[in-house]
């Protein structure tokens, strides 16, 4: 199983980014998914969250209106919809996904088993 994101940059302080995450050789309805971002000196934070099986998806308050997670199953891609953004939105994003999940526990990144090497997202102000 693999997880690749895509689609960081660079962007002023109320602009957008989308970013994807490919998943390959998963089935979609069996694993939550989520998106966790880590800004340095920071720990990393949970950011938004999406369970196919039981049409959960969840955020953080930080980003709750601001940012949107979506599931594409035929593209076999999770894609983070960002707008809005703030300076306090740059760090590196980590898309994870995991199938014994749930919608009660999918915010404990510690009990993801999949992540991808992470997309540099960069708010100036």
């Known amino acids: 199983v693999q997880l690749v994101e895509s689609g960081g940059g660079s962007v002023q302080a109320g602009g957008s980014l989308t970013l994807s995450c490919a998943a390959s050789?998963?089935?979609?309805?069996?694993?939550?998914f989520g998106w966790f971002r880590q800004a340095p000196g920071k720990e990393r934070e949970g950011v938004a969250f999406i369970s196919h099986r039981s049409s959960v998806t969840r955020y953080a308050d930080s980003v709750r209106g601001r940012f949107t997670i979506s599931g594409d199953n035929a593209k076999n891609t999770v894609t983070l919809h960002m707008t809005n953004l703030k300076p306090e939105d740059t760090a590196v994003y980590y898309c994870a996904a995991d199938s014994f999940l749930n919608a009660a526990n999918m915010a404990s990144s510690d009990l993801y088993d999949y992540w991808g090497k992470g997309t540099q997202v960069t708010v100036s102000s």
């Open positions: 050789r998963f089935n979609f309805d069996d694993y939550v």
